[in-house]
């Protein structure tokens, strides 16, 4: 069975960072990439940034582009979040999520495992 973990939210003021991770364990699968996604209270869960494994080529979300950075780490087998800049509209809980096919990377349907969930709460 696999198991991602995430870690890394908590509590942050307006402008601060914060940094997630994602790691995970149990039976191993190929990646074609990896997401966080989002979801805040009495909304749908949205797509925030993807990395692809293979090649590190990345993608953001328009509301967190410039601010937020995806990353891998191959040797650790792991995926980072940096989160700078951090406005009240990033409150959420943060899921990371794997994609094992080549489908749509901003579509929380097409990915296959997921966390569950490290909640970002940003006060103004």
């Known amino acids: 069975q696999v198991q991602l973990v995430e870690s890394g939210g908590g509590l942050a003021q307006a402008g601060d960072s914060l940094r997630l991770s994602c790691a995970p364990s149990g039976r191993t699968f190929t990646r074609v990439a990896m997401g966080w996604f989002r979801q805040a209270p009495g909304k749908e869960r949205e797509f925030v940034a993807a990395?692809?494994?293979?090649?590190?080529?990345?993608r953001y979300a328009d509301s967190v582009k410039d601010r937020f950075t995806i990353s891998r780490d191959n040797a650790k087998n792991t995926m980072s979040l940096q989160m700078n800049s951090l406005k009240p509209e990033d409150t959420a809980v943060y899921y990371c999520a794997g994609l094992t096919s080549f489908s749509r990377y901003d579509d929380a349907k097409q990915y296959t495992y997921w966390g569950q969930g490290t909640q970002v709460t940003v006060s103004s």
């Open positions: 990395i692809y494994w293979s090649t590190g080529n990345t």
